[in-house]
């Protein structure tokens, strides 16, 4: 869909008097640093050229119009600023309206409401993190229409705010910080403990980045996503009894191996050995794409979906057989779940000249498994949330 096209949708919608801006927000993936994120580790996203477009004009009351071309079953969602309550039948709406509600509690004027057409090209539940997405598409939309001076980094905490206190889903900073702080052909080292970070280059020389959706929904809020926090939770106190840690991240593997019969709970001790091991292979991931090693990048990739499936159980069978079925054809380098698991996508590296026999290879053991086919997508390594100024095109 193109910017015109857009454009004529919104003044179909609300009407041919506003001059709305555009802006856009990436959603992201995840080359490696699963489930590490909440656990003071260190997590390895990277934004991705789809994401959430956000055309916006300011009203001259208080009201606030929220459309959506990805629910336009659910028509127009209307709301006063005076009462940006949860509501469950508002649905995906609440993720502007937390991000609205936050940014007015943390003393950031929104002087009017605003009419907002919300067009997103990532997948509903496909972990590609669209509901960041649409809180950081949010958040620039407000900085842009009421020339608010934000930190980009404040800005990223409110979106992680959004989640935890608004929508009650307690999930760390990851996929805003990915959203809110990508750039072009660049990952993101990210220490979710101090929120330090630095850019990596992602220079896969005749290789190329393909998601693959297992097409199995996900639902984060109602995952077992909170369960394993809390698991990991129980192992934390437990090491804290002996240990002086404020997280699982403060472990390297060989003091977790020396102290894990603290974790009295076998299931949590394989969640934060999980933990553990997934830190330790991002910073080795960093390493090994600095000194161009991508095969040595695509063997922690792999390792990364084993302790996933075996330690932290968040994989199923639908990203296990993408997995296991990748790693044995020609031109594969690495494969692994991306996002937190329970459905969703997969990432693959893959030889350029190898990609369609791939596509062609997976989706027929695939279908044949679950009887129905994945789905494929090849996108860029992208900037992150801004408003969009020149012209452009879906």
């Known amino acids: 869909m193109t910017q015109p096209d857009l454009l004529q949708t919104y003044h ?37 050229s789809m994401g959430t477009y956000a055309l916006a004009a300011r009203r001259s009351d208080r009201q606030l119009r929220f459309y959506s071309l990805n629910f336009p079953d659910q028509g127009i969602i209307e709301c006063g600023l005076d009462d940006l309550s949860y509501q469950a039948a508002h649905g995906w709406a609440n993720y502007p309206k937390g991000m609205i509600q936050t940014f007015i509690d943390n003393g950031f004027p929104v002087a009017s409401g605003m009419d907002i057409l919300f067009y997103g090209d990532i997948p509903n539940g496909a972990g590609l993190s669209s ?23 404040q800005m990223i905490q409110l979106g992680q705010q959004v989640e935890n206190r608004y929508i009650g889903v307690n999930s760390g900073i990851m996929d805003q910080f990915a959203i809110g702080k990508g750039k072009k052909d660049f990952a993101l080292l990210l220490d979710c403990n101090t929120l330090e970070f630095k850019y990596a280059p992602v220079e896969l020389n005749g290789y190329d980045i393909v998601i693959i959706n297992s097409n199995k929904q996900r639902t984060l809020a109602s995952s077992k996503y909170n369960e394993r926090r809390a698991e990991c939770e129980a192992a934390l106190s ?7 840690i404020s997280s699982l991240g403060d472990l390297t593997a060989d003091e977790f191996e020396a102290a894990k019969h603290l974790i009295r709970d076998d299931t949590n001790r394989k969640r934060a050995k999980h933990a553990v091991y997934e830190n330790e292979r991002t910073l080795q991931a960093l390493r090994e794409l600095e000194r161009g090693n991508i095969e040595g990048f695509g063997k922690l990739m792999n390792a990364s979906h084993v302790s996933l ?40 590296i893959v030889e350029r000249t ?31 949330a801004k408003e969009l100024i020149e012209e452009w095109q879906l």
């Open 131 to 153: 509901s960041a997405s649409i809180e950081m598409a949010t958040g620039v939309v407000l900085e842009g229409l009421f020339e608010l001076t934000i930190d980009r980094l």
């Open 12 to 48: 179909d919608i609300f009407g041919k008097d506003s001059n709305p801006r555009t802006f856009f927000a990436p959603g992201r993936i995840n080359l490696i640093g699963e489930h590490t994120d909440y656990n003071g580790g260190h997590v390895f996203p990277a934004a991705i």
């Open 354 to 384: 190898q990609i369609e026999q791939f596509k062609e290879k997976l989706t027929a053991v695939y279908t044949d498994a679950f009887g129905y086919p994945p789905a494929f997508y090849e996108t860029k390594i992208s900037d992150g």
């Open 238 to 244: 437990d090491l804290q009894t002996e240990l002086s």
């Open 309 to 348: 499936r075996d330690d932290y159980e968040v994989t199923g069978a639908e990203l296990d057989l993408i997995a296991e079925t990748a790693w044995q054809q020609p031109g594969v380098i690495g494969a692994r779940m991306t996002g937190a698991g329970f459905g969703g996508c997969a990432i693959a």
